[in-house]
Structure formats: structure tokens, C-alpha cells
């Protein structure tokens, strides 16, 4: 590729060399290395869960270990490995984007690099956005940063050196960026659905170079009578964050765009099959429950489908294996978690539901108090829902609606929660908190 595209800094190429590309680092606990946890589903692992907090206070400190003031805006959820906790944040006006590290026992601030500096970024025209909202991904040797357009790098977590970045992958994101980078054995795999361009691209994790680029095969349907996309080209908008699945002994990196779902070869991004839908702005990782994949469709006319998994899987597979399609009240941005058997999901308004993963059939419905931007995590038995209000919600997650607790943070949290060694760590918009019971 030419060399203006890739940008590799001269001490972490040194640090390249140094490691031979291959060599396996030394063993970090990777605690929160991706936005919805270690599998990818937002499920606080077993040993995690019995030990979070049920209760905590701002106003009398009760079970607040420490609270860091913050910089600048973000959506992105913290990710933990080792001592050390990482994520984004912008300028209002998102012409300093930057890199946080703060010690994660003691909330100390280790890092906060400007990272990529923006002359004149797109108009958001998006309340809800921010100029950081894809969350990072870590691996015990990598930390991977990305800012939609702006730009991706990958930094060393023990230095926060920049090894390599990549600011030629570009669209007009029009409401701003928000689809997160994933990892998937030597590749980091990204999405932009941008009003003038959507596609998949793989980089090679350890130098940043192109290893592959999808396009979008949409029929979008919003071209009017000249030929020009429709609502500015907003119908083509998505910020989904990608998951691979072994389905049918193959493994798949299941992606949702505007009006369409996708499957992909991850290795090389061969399209393998779509599903068409009718919503834009598709923003939920998709799940897998058995032989069932789970995709929400986007907010607008925001559907939850329930397809079904097998070998015959290959090219539009909307009239044969969309199983089942819940048309309403469905989640848009908070991402649904599986439990038990049965799917939990929050729309934007509150509206929390209980559905049968395997039919779609509803178990019930309720609401909870605020604005939902980010999805629940599970610990055990129970859902934590934070809002636009500064509340956490804990719904047990059984077959009947039940509030276990309700927790108040002085301002509104829209980023993720993050877990490690027993403690919660949540984002709200002018600070991070270390939450933890005080008994052992």
C-alpha cells in the first residue's frame, strides 16, 4: 500500500521489530477487553457477578471507591486489562480527539493523549452523538482506538505509544461515527455505513495495512425521481458493531447495515449471505441463541428478527430463514443481553422487555424511568440499566417483571459498564466511578 496511507511512528516501529510481529506477550488479565465484555454478550463472567454491588450513593459515597473528573465527551465504554483502564473522548467540537488510561485501583489519570487533531469535522446534526462514541478493543499487547473517519491506531498498553494509524479509511458519517472495531485473529475488522459510502474492511492488527474491503450490495430504495438519495442519504446510516459466530461449522462475521443484514467470510470478506430489512440506523450487536441468530434492525421501525441457523445459508436468505419478527417495542440502541433462555431488551423511552429467543413470543413487558442509549450487562440473575438520568436500574432477569434496586449518579450516563475483579466502573458524562461493595 503507498506509504502515505499507513502511518507508522518510529519508536513503535522499533517495538514491531523488537516482537517479531508474532511473539506472544506476556499474560495480562484482560478483564473488559471489548465493549460488551469478554464474550461479546454483556455478561459479567460467573466469578465477577456474585461479587457487584447492589447499592451505591454519590451523595454519601456509600460503595464508591473513587470518582475521576473528566475532559471532553464519549460514548465509548471503558475496556480493562491488567492495572490499567482505557477509552475515548472528544472536544465538543471534535477537533482533539483523545486517549484515556487511568490506573484502575486508584482512578489516577496515567494517560491523556491528543490523539488525532480535526481542522473541520463533519456537523454532527445528531444530539445524541459525540465525536467518540466507538469504543475501543484490547488485547494484552494491543490497544485499539477508533474514531469512525477521524481515524484508527493501534497503541502498546504498557507505553500508550502509537505503533501504527490509519487516517485514509473515510466516509461522511452525517450523524457522526459510532461502529466499533473488533478484533478477529491478525485482523482488526471495522465498519463504516456513511451516507456516501458503507463497507466492511479488515487491517492487519499488528501494521495496520489493508488486508480486505467489502461494499455494502444494498438496494437501499431511496433514490427519487433525479436519482439522489432520498433524507440526505440518512437511509443508508448505520452504527453497528460486528460479531463473529461459528454458524453451521463456519465461522461468520455477522454485520447489519441500513435495510440490510449481512454474513461474511471474516478472513477474507466474501459476502455469504443477506437479509433484507426496512430500518436504517442499525446500531445492536447481534446475538446467538442455539441455532437461532438475533438482529435488531435499527431505530426507525426498529424490528428484532429471529433467524434460523444452517448449512443452507448462502445468498438472500430473508424469505427462508427470518423465522420470526417482532415489530415492536424493540431495542434501537441499548443492545439486548440473553439470559436464561430469554432475551432482555430496552427501547430508547424505558420500555424493557422479556422474549422467548427461540419464537419471539413475549413474556412481558414494563417500563423504567429515562433515556436508554446504552445496553444492560448481566451479573448472574441481574440486569443493570443505566440512563440519561444518572440511574441504574437492577431488574432480575426471570420470567416476571421485578426492580431489585435503584441506584443515582449525579449526572447521565450513555456509555457502557464495565466490570473487573468484582467492581463496576461506569461513565457518566462528566466522570468515571469505581463502584464495589466494602465487605470482602
Not at 457522526?176 to 487491517?203: C, E, H, K, M, R
Not at 478472513?267 to 436504517?280: K, N, Q, S, V, Y
Not at 426507525?300 to 420470526?324: P, Y
Not at 415489530?327 to 430508547?348: D, M
Amino acid at each position: 500500500m503507498p506509504v502515505s496511507h499507513l502511518s507508522l511512528c518510529g519508536s513503535a516501529a522499533v517495538l514491531l521489530l523488537a516482537t517479531g510481529l508474532g511473539a506472544q506477550p506476556a499474560t495480562t488479565p484482560l478483564f473488559w477487553p471489548d465493549r460488551t465484555g469478554p464474550t461479546n454478550d454483556g455478561i459479567v463472567p460467573a466469578a465477577e457477578a456474585a461479587r457487584l454491588p447492589l447499592e451505591w450513593d454519590a451523595g454519601t459515597g456509600k460503595n464508591i471507591v473513587w470518582k475521576t473528573d473528566l475532559e471532553g465527551e464519549g460514548h465509548s465504554t471503558p475496556v480493562i486489562g491488567g492495572d490499567r483502564l482505557w477509552f475515548t473522548s472528544a472536544t465538543p467540537d471534535g477537533k482533539t480527539q483523545f486517549v484515556y488510561g487511568l490506573d484502575r485501583h486508584t482512578g489516577k489519570i496515567v494517560h491523556h493523549l491528543p490523539l488525532f487533531e480535526n481542522a473541520a469535522p463533519e456537523d454532527l446534526g445528531n444530539p445524541l452523538n459525540n465525536y467518540a462514541a466507538p469504543s475501543p478493543a484490547l488485547e494484552a499487547d494491543a490497544l485499539y482506538v477508533h474514531f469512525g473517519t477521524y481515524g484508527t491506531a493501534r497503541l502498546d498498553p504498557a507505553t500508550a505509544e502509537v505503533v501504527w494509524q490509519r487516517r485514509d479509511i473515510n466516509v461522511n458519517h452525517y450523524r457522526g461515527p459510532g461502529s466499533s472495531p473488533i478484533v478477529y485473529g491478525d485482523l482488526l475488522i471495522l465498519t463504516f455505513d456513511g451516507i456516501n459510502a458503507q463497507f466492511v474492511t479488515a487491517l492487519d492488527k499488528r501494521t495496520g495495512a489493508t488486508v480486505w474491503k467489502t461494499e455494502r450490495t444494498t438496494d437501499y430504495g431511496d433514490l427519487d425521481k433525479d436519482g439522489q438519495p432520498t433524507r440526505g442519504g440518512d437511509m443508508r446510516k448505520a452504527y453497528h458493531t460486528p460479531t463473529v459466530f461459528d454458524l453451521a461449522g463456519r465461522p461468520t462475521l455477522v454485520s447489519v447495515g441500513s435495510r440490510a443484514a449481512f454474513g461474511y467470510d471474516p478472513a477474507t470478506g466474501r459476502e455469504l449471505w443477506t437479509i433484507r430489512h426496512g430500518g436504517f440506523n442499525a446500531a445492536i450487536r447481534p446475538l446467538l441463541f442455539q441455532n437461532v441468530l438475533l438482529l435488531n434492525t435499527g431505530s426507525e421501525r426498529a424490528h428484532t428478527l429471529g433467524v434460523s441457523v444452517d448449512e443452507r445459508m448462502q445468498g438472500d436468505i430473508t424469505e427462508s430463514h427470518v423465522i420470526w419478527d417482532r415489530e415492536k417495542r424493540n431495542a434501537s440502541e441499548a443492545g439486548p443481553v440473553l439470559v436464561n433462555g430469554l432475551l432482555f431488551q430496552i427501547t430508547r423511552g424505558g420500555i424493557v422487555s422479556c422474549t422467548r429467543p427461540l419464537n419471539g413470543e413475549d413474556v412481558w413487558e414494563d417500563r423504567l424511568n429515562g433515556q436508554h442509549l446504552p445496553g444492560p450487562i448481566a451479573a448472574g440473575d441481574r440486569l443493570y440499566f443505566s440512563n440519561d438520568r444518572g440511574e441504574t436500574h437492577i431488574v432480575r432477569a426471570a420470567e416476571t417483571f421485578e426492580i431489585l434496586g435503584k441506584n443515582q449518579l449525579p449526572d447521565p450516563i450513555s456509555a457502557g459498564m464495565a466490570v473487573a475483579d468484582g467492581a463496576l466502573f461506569i461513565r457518566t458524562k462528566k466522570a468515571l466511578y469505581k463502584i464495589a461493595t466494602s465487605s470482602p
